[in-house]
């Protein structure tokens, strides 16, 4: 038995680079790898899992099919030979699983496709459907539509996005290296292989992620990084190990399994659970099933604790902002606290950049002081900064807890627009978040600075006295 988390069926995404599929000179498939791939996948399956497969691939089997020596540098060209690879790479899969009886799924996305609400969660429910079927699903960006997949090696970042929309357990990122080292291993001998990552953002100084990928991929260790901070933000547990022994990824949940969340001997006396997810009932341990002696080579990401909730990791990940809402360092620190809900009132909004619609995303921008200048950016440092802060809301009303707001008047609409003007040549803007945005841009701009209750008045309606909701804060202040 494969334990994990408790020995519980669990939920694993496997994803497959370009590099571990078909031979970066002749093109040809790894059969043998590919087979290793079926066959632990269908041994999980076996044992209760539900599994994924994210496979790259479709470009590198069209160059040999089409007799290619390189990818070619048109986007035309590359989207080519995505179409004419990808009905070969799902065959070959088909073929491979057809041998012990799995039946698959082809599932090909695009980011277009997930950015709209409605689609993302069809998707999700065509992927719940599939894996309670018994059916393997194969994810692959959509190559012959997708320019950014080609451009910047998406792949990674899909299988993220994948493990996030299924609220899967496990994230195994298949690679040509067992793991993430301090530098390039083919290239500095010294480097050391980091184990366990319990910070994406703190990993980040202590690492060299200079690596370029194969030829025929389009990915490195820094689009593995990006994958890493998707998928731990939203609970999944992510490895980076070597694709070359793909039978390894039994020995790493073994070999994890007591060290991981919900398991009885790191779990805290008051789990959080996300609402997505609920708990099944953990089958027995096979007593004879012990932890492996030596560590298996591999780079553990250690999920959040605090997962956040699906729509703020759709918002966060999936949609491409279309403006801004600047907002100042007190709304920054409420917005950062779990207690806000992660919505943001008029009052706390500084500034609006660009044009936006309601329900699209936004990114949150916050006004911070330029280096040099004396103060942090949240503290006003001259008589007119103070003048103009004097007449801006508290904190208390920004989260919607204040007394009962003051009359509206006339002068207040000036000193606020004012506000931004004062500050703007000793600020500097930094992007802590994103969310989804309730009125338009022209509508917030209307409203910033002042109390929700004053939303009627100048709007004429107010379907929410929050002008910002589902806002995720990277950054913290």
């Known amino acids: 038995m494969v334990r994990t988390r408790n020995g519980a069926p669990c939920t694993i995404v496997i994803k497959l680079g370009t590099s571990s599929i078909v031979h970066e000179t002749t093109h040809q498939p790894l ?123 998406d792949n990674d970042t ?148 605090t997962p956040i909730r699906d729509l703020k990791s759709w918002t966060s990940h999936t949609l491409s902002p279309a403006g801004a809402v600047v907002i100042d360092g007190g709304a920054h620190s409420v917005l950062s606290r779990r207690d806000s809900g992660g919505r943001l009132l008029a009052a706390g909004v500084f500034d609006v950049r660009g044009a936006f619609a309601s329900g699209q995303a936004v990114r949150i921008l916050v006004r911070r002081g330029r280096k040099g200048d004396e103060g942090d950016g949240s503290t006003p440092t001259t008589p007119a900064e103070q003048a103009a802060l004097s007449r801006f809301p508290s904190e208390q009303d920004i989260t919607g807890q204040g007394d009962t707001p003051p009359t509206l008047q006339e002068e207040d609409l000036v000193v606020v627009e004012k506000r931004a003007d004062v500050m703007s040549d000793v600020w500097e803007l930094e992007e802590v978040g994103r969310g989804l945005a309730n009125y338009n841009s022209a509508q917030i701009a209307k409203v910033k600075g002042l109390n929700s209750s004053h939303l009627p008045q100048l709007l004429g309606y107010a379907d929410s006295e929050y002008v910002v909701e589902n806002i995720t804060i990277r950054v913290p202040p």
């Open 158 to 305: 899909l299988s993220a996005i994948t493990s996030s929309m299924i609220h899967a357990d496990y994230l195994f990122l298949l690679t040509d290296v067992d793991g993430l080292y301090t530098a390039n291993p083919r290239k500095d001998p010294s480097a050391i292989l980091i184990e366990v990552v319990a910070s994406t953002a703190a990993i980040r100084t202590e690492v060299s992620t200079a690596t370029l990928g194969s030829s025929l991929g389009t990915g490195g260790m820094e689009t593995k990084l990006i994958a890493a901070e998707i998928a731990t933000a939203a609970g999944v547990t992510t490895i980076i190990t070597s694709s070359k022994d793909p039978k390894s990824i039994f020995d790493i949940l073994e070999y994890n399994a007591p060290e991981l969340p919900n398991s009885s001997k790191s779990a805290p006396s008051t789990p959080i659970e996300p609402l997505s997810r609920q708990a099944s009932p953990s089958p027995p341990r096979d007593s004879s099933t012990t932890r492996p002696e030596a560590r298996p080579a591999h780079t553990l990401f250690k999920p959040s604790p």
């Open 31 to 153: 059969l043998s790898t590919l087979s290793s791939v079926v066959e632990v996948v269908v041994s999980l399956r076996d044992h209760g899992h539900k599994v994924v497969l994210v496979s790259s691939g479709a470009i590198g089997v069209g160059l040999q099919r089409m007799a290619l020596p390189a990818r070619p540098k048109s986007l035309s060209g590359k989207q080519a030979l995505a179409a004419i690879g990808q009905g070969r790479l799902i065959a070959l899969w088909d073929n491979l699983f057809g041998q012990l009886g799995q039946p698959i799924a082809q599932v090909l996305l695009t980011r277009g496709d997930i950015s709209d609400r409605t689609r993302y969660l069809n998707a999700v429910n065509t992927f719940k459907e599939l894996l309670s079927m018994g059916v393997v699903p194969i994810v692959n960006e959509n190559d012959t539509v997708s320019v950014s997949e080609i451009k910047f090696g």
